[in-house]
T-cell receptor
Framework: NAGVTQTPKFRVLKTGQSMTLLCAQDMNHEYMYWYRQDPGMGLRLIHYSVGEGTTAKGEVPDGYNVSRLKKQNFLLGLESAAPSQTSVYFC???????????????FGPGTRLTVT | GENVEQHPSTLSVQEGDSAVIKCTYSDSASNYFPWYKQELGKRPQLIIDIRSNVGEKKDQRIAVTLNKTAKHFSLHITETQPEDSAVYFCAQTNNAGGTSYGKLTFGQGTILTVHP
């Protein structure tokens, strides 16, 4: 049981380049989230998904797109990277509310992205 | 929208002392309040959480208290040890259903340093 995994771990992009970050979870979680973490600002929600084929905007969605074609995977895309997108990106997942009392979000190890 | 203020931003204590971190929130519908610990270069990990129907919860050396009327909740760490040194984040969400989907709003983080 690997939990939540992210690839790649590190990446350096030039301004204007594109890339996709992959998040995968093997816990059969319905909900998945992408956050970015910047110094002194905590974690901020970029996009989230409540099920396969569904996505929604979070607090800071501009410049990012997401897709959830399979329940276990949640992809975060940057179409034209900007220096302001230099950050550490974390993916998280959790069970949908229901009979389970578990509300915890489980985080992946993070991706450190630098845009020059 | 939801807002969480966390204080202090840095906290330095001697080993064996207690540490207290406080968060205030604005959304009266919030009903789930987790605390995450993040060591340098690692992912956030849940250390304790509390639901709005409980005023206090304890797990060995850590405890969380919730004051719904005043809209604040606090993390208490007793008998601190050097390995408690990390960044601590509070968060809040409304897990009662509807459209919140468990989205967490995080505080800005507290850097705790425990000196031997």
């Amino acid at each position: 049981n690997a939990g939540v995994t992210q690839t790649p771990k590190f990446r350096v992009l030039k301004t204007g380049q594109s890339m996709t970050l992959l998040c995968a979870q093997d816990m059969n979680h319905e909900y998945m989230y992408w956050y970015r973490q910047d110094p002194g600002m905590g974690l901020r929600l970029i996009h989230y998904s409540v099920g396969e084929g569904t996505t929604a905007k979070g607090e800071v969605p501009d410049g990012y797109n997401v897709s959830r074609l399979k329940k276990q995977n949640f992809l975060l895309g940057l179409e034209s990277a900007a220096p302001s997108q230099t950050s550490v990106y974390f993916c998280a997942s959790r069970k949908a509310p229901g009979t389970s009392a578990l509300l915890e979000q489980y985080f992946g190890p993070g991706t450190r992205l630098t845009v020059t | 929208g939801e807002n969480v203020e966390q204080h202090p931003s840095t906290l330095s204590v001697q080993e064996g002392d207690s540490a207290v971190i406080k968060c205030t929130y604005s959304d009266s519908a919030s009903n789930y309040f987790p605390w995450y610990k993040q060591e340098l270069g690692k992912r956030p990990q849940l250390i304790i959480d509390i639901r709005s129907n409980v005023g206090e919860k304890k797990d060995q050396r850590i405890a969380v208290t919730l004051n719904k009327t005043a809209k604040h909740f606090s993390l208490h760490i007793t008998e601190t040890q050097p390995e408690d040194s990390a960044v601590y984040f509070c968060a809040q969400t409304n897990n009662a259903g509807g459209t919140s989907y468990g989205k967490l709003t995080f505080g800005q983080g507290t850097i705790l340093t425990v000196h031997p």
